[in-house]
């Protein structure tokens, strides 16, 4: 028994999000199963850079063209994910001249409209770059947020047929006389969105062919098939600074290296990052001289950002690939291209195509490739529309501003909810009247929350992506509790507080890479909140221990108090205010 | 004329203004200095002595207190100047608190839902006494999103209280803004200008099934909190109670008012500036701190120095990639050079950092790398004594109480 489907896509990052969402619009039946939230993977853990190109100019003009298309392309389809920041390639009096000039060619051969800026006008774009910054080059780099692009994604797929499941880990692959036809899938809570304390179980999905979109995880799907696919994930750290000391991405002008870029991301800026080449995608030292590295470095185009709060840091794994026999050495030397390996084409085990390597940036692209792949393996002759037709959220640009008016919405959180909705802004804002803060770092709305929940199920961190919710300053501090209310009692308490748990514990993670100065200061206030006024650790109904309630104070002695007189100093403190 | 008084109080916390009040109780003349606001309306309000030790829930903290470890403050100053704090504090605050006729701790609800041990607590709060039976309401209001009632009431479930709770959510009379602040709720019904108090009742007489105890989030009120909690009772036929709420908390804000009544009555000076530097003899003692003013530097001159600038949320204690620190005097404070020594990767572990702090003597004076004393006149009193964990051991406001006291007398003590 099993279920049956087309394709199956494995793999919830932008690859998957972008193949499901083609193969569902020209008609095919298709599941994605992700066995974390979407994004959980590569995508949701990079610095959010759309690319102009001008990075690959030099270095890999093929990769560049892609950019450059592709970077106009999302610009129009998914408008309410990307903002439009511009970049800058700095160039300090210790770089090379030379360079620079490669760097400015290289961009005109590519089509990307590249400026030079002296240092002072540099400056007047940026005001803390460094004195000593000499010059630079504009390129329309861009800020992307993968979160809302993978969701839009993935909810346009499910608006023409296609079937979403998260939390869904393929254990096997089904292989039968030689061929793959499917996987089995557990379910970490059951099928459909996340509900915390549902048994998992396991599903068998029978598929006309799957596609192995799972990154960095690629060769561990193909292992269950015996095929070697020879993914070379490389970790590279991302430092979150807790405001915007640039609006614009400065990248830094030279061949390579490490901690390189700022990217101005929503009410923060992330630093980037490191290249280091790692065994295994999930388990790898996340290190205190790769946070020091991108501070100390960027710091020489930046240098407030030495002092600077920092709230965070994460790190991704970038799903590196190169054809055997290739032999690189150094991480950075290993290509951004990917790669589609039809394994019947090669291995002679026919049913499965796997995609690696490749960027954010092109995702789609890719996408439209391994589709037009899948379709003719089908015999589907549908054409690809994903480059011309708007994302949801992105459909309707003047609906935005209606939404606003109709709201009364003039005010920073309302500017804000309708900057992460878009065109989904009325909708959404319209289903929960009164509409409190949820979020105050981030001005996220209980409408938002509620909306993500519908998606999410009990899955916070997925709430967390999808609205920016505890994102902020205080890394969920004040309103992680008001999130998890916010599934009650849609979902029952328990569930409430086990997303609650689960939710501090992912914020605590990267928060420990930042633990000195206010955002120390900041790390004890929320365990002041959590262990005192809240007293989650302490509170009965998690540690199971059980209470001698009769041994504690039960406001009897207050009446003997009360007859003793018992003091007058504070009186009842009727008119102490402002007397 | 130079500024100069007998002893100078570094801080306006709670552990600040009990040493104050302290000193001032022996006679000394006092000034007490601090940036412009308290930490007070931070805390939820709760006096909290001891709750845990070795991670058991304690009912009565004055037993615990002398198995702590010898670098705990209780530790250095002993259960006596425990019992002294708690009694100064009993004087400053007078029928505003209760929980002071009995060793034991109190459980309280909190407003996630859970119980918390705790010593002394607000009057408001008292009828939410998890240790009492009787069955309880608790009312949210849908534009608060800090306290969900009927998560807080199933949550409470789980914790197995001995008294049945159920949880109802009312909107707040007069609508307000969807962001409204916490204060915007107390004043509303202080004012009453629009029988806010007697239209809250009628709401929640609806979904009021005669429990004998109503809870409410900690916003009744900030001056008239008690007219507020009468008027509703009245109108319910049944007891009401406030449950204590992270910041901005009003409970902190009335505690606050007592305690500002009281350095007014006791004669403490109270400048709200920040220190920004020291003067010394040159011979180990202090003799002046620098009070910075409109971008000058004034020396303020004192016998005796209390330091009572609250720890890392209180920014008594600063740190940076490189260490940690006490900024005003640069006092010792240990810790591992490797900052990733100072925390646990287990979000709900045994932290270090939260212990962090100046090293004091039995005198409560600040010791040195070395283990001398930093200064002959400085003593140290609050959070910005280390060893101790305030959060998990629920401690806070006890160390403030113990370590003032203690701090306060000795300085003023030294300059009678």
């Known amino acids: ?579 | 004329m130079a500024i100069e008084d007998d002893v100078i109080v570094v801080g306006g916390g709670v552990a600040g203004m009990t040493a104050a009040l302290a000193a001032a109780d022996t006679g000394a003349s006092v000034r007490l200095v601090t940036k412009s606001q308290s930490t007070l309306r931070h805390a939820s309000g709760l006096v909290d002595v001891l709750g845990y030790a070795d991670e058991e829930l304690i009912a009565d903290p004055f037993d615990a207190i002398g198995d702590l470890p010898a670098d705990h403050p209780y530790a250095k100053v002993g259960v006596e100047a425990v019992r002294d704090g708690l009694a100064r504090f009993d004087a400053v605050t007078g029928d505003l608190y209760r929980g002071g006729y009995t060793d034991a701790n109190a459980l309280l609800p909190t407003h996630g839902g859970a119980v918390k041990p705790t010593a002394r607590y607000p009057a408001s709060a008292a009828a939410g006494l998890a240790s009492d039976e009787r069955d309880a309401l608790l009312v949210g209001f849908e534009t608060l999103s800090d306290f969900d009632a009927p998560l807080a009431a199933d949550h409470l479930r789980a914790a197995d209280v001995p008294f049945d709770v159920r949880g109802a959510t009312v909107s707040f009379p007069g609508a307000p803004r969807a962001d409204a602040k916490i204060t915007r709720y107390a004043h509303a019904l202080d004012e009453n200008d629009d029988d806010e108090r007697e239209r809250l009742a009628a709401r929640v007489e609806r979904v009021h099934e005669g429990e004998p105890r109503v809870g409410f989030p900690a916003v009744l009120g900030e001056s008239h909190h008690a007219a507020v909690r009468t008027a509703l009772a009245d109108a319910l036929d049944a007891d009401v109670f406030e449950v204590p709420m992270g910041p901005p908390s009003l409970p902190g804000m009335r505690l606050e008012a007592a305690y500002e009544r009281a350095l007014r009555d006791a004669g403490v000076n109270v400048v709200r500036r920040p220190v920004d530097g020291y003067e010394t003899d040159g011979d180990g003692r202090l003799t002046a701190v620098l009070v910075e003013r409109n971008g000058q530097r004034v020396p303020h001159y004192a016998d005796a120095f209390v330091l009572a600038t609250g720890g890392l949320v209180g920014e008594g204690i600063d740190s940076d990639r490189e260490g940690v620190h006490e900024p005003v005097f640069d006092c010792h404070v240990p810790h591992p050079a490797d900052r990733y020594e100072w925390f646990v990767d287990d979000p709900f572990g045994d932290q270090p950092y939260p212990r962090f702090g100046v090293v004091v003597d039995d005198d409560l004076r600040p010791r040195d790398a070395t283990g001398g004393i930093e200064f002959e006149n400085l003593r140290a009193a609050g959070s910005v004594v280390g060893g101790a964990d305030f959060a998990a051991e629920c401690s806070g406001t006890g160390v403030s109480l113990a370590t003032g006291d203690a701090a306060g007398t000795a300085a003023g003590s030294d300059t009678q």
């Open chain 1, 1 to 579: 028994m099993g279920t049956r489907t087309e394709v199956l896509v494995i793999g919830g990052g932008s690859t998957g999000c972008g193949v499901v969402r083609d193969l569902a619009r020209r008609g095919v039946d298709v599941t994605l199963v992700e066995k974390g939230n979407l994004t959980n993977g590569t995508t949701g853990r990079m610095h959010g850079l759309l690319h102009s190109g001008g990075r690959y100019a030099v270095s890999d003009q093929a990769s560049a063209r892609e950019c450059i298309e592709e970077n106009r392309v999302l610009r129009d389809i998914a408008g309410h994910c990307v903002e439009e920041t511009g970049g800058l390639f700095v160039k300090r009096p210790e770089d090379s001249e030379e360079y620079f000039q490669e760097k400015l060619q290289g961009c005109r051969d590519c089509d990307i409209p590249a400026e030079v800026l002296t240092g002072e006008e540099a400056r007047a774009r940026e005001p803390y770059l460094a004195h000593d910054v000499e010059k630079a080059i504009a390129v329309p780099d861009a800020a992307v947020d993968p979160f809302r692009l993978c969701v839009a994604n993935a909810v346009d797929a499910e608006n023409h047929g296609a079937r979403i499941e998260t939390h869904a880990e393929v254990t096997d692959l089904l292989v039968e006389s030689g061929e793959i036809v499917g996987a089995t899938v557990r379910h970490a809570s059951g099928k459909g969105p996340r509900e915390h304390g549902t048994p998992g179980e396991e599903e068998e999905i029978y598929a006309d062919h799957v596609v192995n979109a799972a990154g960095a995880w690629a060769g561990r799907i193909g292992d269950f098939a015996g095929l070697d696919v020879a993914v070379r994930p490389s970790k590279g750290v991302m430092t979150v600074m807790n405001t915007r000391q640039v609006d614009t991405v400065v990248n830094r002008c030279r061949p390579k290296g490490d901690a390189d870029i700022i990217v101005p991301h929503e009410t923060a800026c992330i630093l980037g990052t490191t290249d280091e080449e790692v065994g295994d995608p999930e388990d790898y030292p996340e290190e205190e001289w790769e946070v020091d590295l991108v501070i100390d470095t960027l710091s020489e185009l930046v240098p407030i950002l030495q002092e600077a709060r920092t709230i965070r840091s994460f790190w991704g794994v970038r799903p590196l690939y190169e054809p055997p026999g290739t032999g690189t050495q150094d991480p950075t030397d290993i290509t951004r291209d990917y790669f589609t390996l039809d394994h019947a084409e090669r291995d002679d085990v026919p049913g499965m195509t796997s995609i690696v390597g490749g960027k954010l940036t092109t995702y789609r692209m890719m996408a439209e490739s391994i589709t037009d792949h899948v379709c003719e393996k089908l015999g589907v002759s549908a054409t690809c529309d994903t480059a011309d037709v708007p994302l949801p959220g992105s459909e309707r640009e003047g609906d935005i501003e209606a939404a606003m008016e109709r709201f009364g919405l003039r005010s920073p959180v309302a500017r804000r909810s309708a900057d992460r909705l878009g065109s989904r802004t009325e909708d959404v804002l319209a289903s929960c009247d009164p509409n409190p803060v949820v979020c105050s770092c981030e001005g996220v709305t209980r409408a938002e929350v509620r909306d993500a929940i519908e998606q999410a199920g009990t899955d916070l961190n997925a709430v967390r992506l999808r609205t920016r919710a505890s994102m902020g300053n205080c890394q969920g501090g004040r309103c992680a509790h008001r999130m998890a209310a916010e599934l009650h009692p849609e979902h029952d308490e328990e569930s409430a507080r086990a997303a609650l748990d689960e939710l501090r514990a992912e914020r605590w993670k990267g928060q420990r890479h930042a633990l000195w100065g206010e955002q120390l200061s900041q790390a004890m206030l929320n365990h002041a909140l959590h262990g005192a006024t809240l007293n989650e650790d302490g509170d009965p109904a998690r540690t199971g221990a059980s209470v001698e309630w009769d041994a504690f104070d039960d406001g009897a002695g207050a009446d003997a108090e009360d007859a003793q007189g018992g003091s007058t100093a504070g009186g009842d403190a009727e008119g102490a205010h402002g007397d």
